[in-house]
Protein backbone atom coordinates (compact mmCIF):
# COMPACT_ATOMS: atom_id res chain seq x y z
CA UNK A 1 0.00 0.00 0.00
CA UNK A 2 1.41 3.51 -1.35
CA UNK A 3 1.36 6.40 0.81
CA UNK A 4 -1.11 8.49 -1.54
CA UNK A 5 -3.78 5.11 -1.51
CA UNK A 6 -3.29 5.41 2.49
CA UNK A 7 -4.36 8.96 2.73
CA UNK A 8 -7.14 7.95 -0.12
CA UNK A 9 -8.96 5.08 1.73
CA UNK A 10 -7.78 5.14 5.29
CA UNK A 11 -6.84 8.87 6.73
CA UNK A 12 -9.38 11.28 4.27
CA UNK A 13 -12.38 8.97 5.05
CA UNK A 14 -11.96 8.69 9.13
CA UNK A 15 -11.12 12.85 8.56
CA UNK A 16 -14.92 13.29 7.11
CA UNK A 17 -16.47 11.26 9.40
CA UNK A 18 -14.92 13.64 12.30
CA UNK A 19 -16.08 16.67 10.51
CA UNK A 20 -19.65 15.19 9.93
CA UNK A 21 -19.66 14.63 13.47
CA UNK A 22 -18.46 18.06 14.47
CA UNK A 23 -21.03 19.44 12.36
CA UNK A 24 -23.67 17.41 14.16
CA UNK A 25 -22.52 18.17 17.50
CA UNK A 26 -22.19 21.94 16.61
CA UNK A 27 -26.04 21.89 15.35
CA UNK A 28 -27.29 20.16 18.56
CA UNK A 29 -24.69 21.10 21.48
CA UNK A 30 -26.90 21.49 24.18
CA UNK A 31 -24.39 24.98 25.21
CA UNK A 32 -22.82 27.41 23.37
CA UNK A 33 -19.46 25.91 25.35
CA UNK A 34 -20.36 22.82 23.71
CA UNK A 35 -20.81 24.47 19.97
CA UNK A 36 -17.74 26.73 20.46
CA UNK A 37 -15.27 23.64 20.89
CA UNK A 38 -17.39 21.59 17.93
CA UNK A 39 -16.17 24.64 15.80
CA UNK A 40 -12.99 24.91 16.54
CA UNK A 41 -12.62 20.92 15.79
CA UNK A 42 -13.98 21.35 12.46
CA UNK A 43 -10.88 24.20 11.56
CA UNK A 44 -8.88 21.72 13.50
CA UNK A 45 -9.97 18.43 11.34
CA UNK A 46 -9.63 21.13 7.88
CA UNK A 47 -5.77 21.98 9.31
CA UNK A 48 -5.26 17.92 8.98
CA UNK A 49 -7.15 17.94 5.91
CA UNK A 50 -5.11 20.56 3.94
CA UNK A 51 -2.19 18.78 5.35
CA UNK A 52 -2.93 15.77 3.67
CA UNK A 53 -3.69 17.42 0.76
CA UNK A 54 -0.41 19.32 1.17
CA UNK A 55 1.40 16.28 1.41
CA UNK A 56 -0.45 14.08 -1.68
CA UNK A 57 0.60 17.51 -4.04
CA UNK A 58 3.95 18.00 -2.90
CA UNK A 59 3.25 21.80 -2.40
CA UNK A 60 4.69 23.18 0.62
CA UNK A 61 2.19 26.35 0.68
CA UNK A 62 -0.73 25.06 1.99
CA UNK A 63 1.10 24.11 5.31
CA UNK A 64 1.53 28.31 5.71
CA UNK A 65 -1.86 28.50 5.18
CA UNK A 66 -2.60 25.30 7.61
CA UNK A 67 -0.48 27.13 10.15
CA UNK A 68 -1.91 30.50 9.76
CA UNK A 69 -5.48 29.00 10.50
CA UNK A 70 -4.62 27.24 13.29
CA UNK A 71 -3.63 30.71 14.60
CA UNK A 72 -6.10 32.34 13.88
CA UNK A 73 -8.66 29.54 15.37
CA UNK A 74 -6.65 29.85 18.26
CA UNK A 75 -7.22 33.31 19.04
CA UNK A 76 -11.01 33.21 18.01
CA UNK A 77 -11.21 30.59 20.29
CA UNK A 78 -9.78 32.11 23.30
CA UNK A 79 -11.37 35.56 22.33
CA UNK A 80 -14.49 33.49 22.38
CA UNK A 81 -14.15 31.89 25.87
CA UNK A 82 -12.64 35.07 27.21
CA UNK A 83 -15.99 36.37 26.04
CA UNK A 84 -18.20 33.85 27.62
CA UNK A 85 -16.18 33.97 30.96
CA UNK A 86 -16.82 38.05 31.61
CA UNK A 87 -20.45 37.45 30.45
CA UNK A 88 -20.77 34.59 33.08
CA UNK A 89 -19.03 36.81 35.67
CA UNK A 90 -21.74 40.21 35.19
CA UNK A 91 -24.68 37.55 35.85
Known sequence: MTLNSYFDYVILP????SVILAF????????????????DLIITIGIGIITVYSIRTSQEVFLDIAMILA???FLGTIAFSFYLEKQSKDE
Open 14 to 17: ILTV
Open 24 to 39: IRLYKGPQIFDRVIAL
Open 71 to 73: LIA
